[in-house]
Nanobody
Framework: QVQLAESGGGLVQAGGSLRLSCTIS????????MAWFRQAPGKEREFVAG????????AYADPVKGRFTISKDTTRKTLFLSMHDLTAEDTAVYYC??????????????????WGRGTQVTVSS
């Protein structure tokens, strides 16, 4: 049974930083590509950042480029999302997910098979 558990969310002021963590169990972190998605109230879940199985290929949504960084610690089986210069538009529940692909960073929700329960990020302006 593959399980993902996010942590690290919270309330932060605009311009601040947070680092989200996602720990995986039931499979190795580098078995497949992984990604972070987010969902704001009343909006669809959207891709934020993803990395291939090795981390050599990464992709970011345009709104977060230059501010967010995805990384992984294979020995700790943990995926990270470092977020800087946060704005109110970044307020959402953030989810990590495992991809159906290994060396391709997909950006559709349907390309991911296992999901965590999410962690809330709230940015106050």
């Amino acid at each position: 049974q593959v399980q993902l558990a996010e942590s690290g969310g919270g309330l932060v002021q605009a311009g601040g930083s947070l680092r989200l963590s996602c720990t995986i169990s039931g499979r190795e972190l580098d078995d497949n590509a992984m990604a972070w998605f987010r969902q704001a109230p009343g909006k669809e879940r959207e891709f934020v950042a993803g990395a291939s199985w090795s981390g050599a290929i990464t992709a970011y949504a345009d709104p977060v480029k230059g501010r967010f960084t995805i990384s992984k610690d294979t020995t700790r089986k943990t995926l990270f999302l470092s977020m800087h210069d946060l704005t109110a538009e970044d307020t959402a529940v953030y989810y990590c997910a495992t991809s159906k692909y290994r060396n391709y960073v997909a950006q559709k929700v349907s390309d991911y098979d296992y999901w965590g329960r999410g962690t809330q990020v709230t940015v106050s302006s």
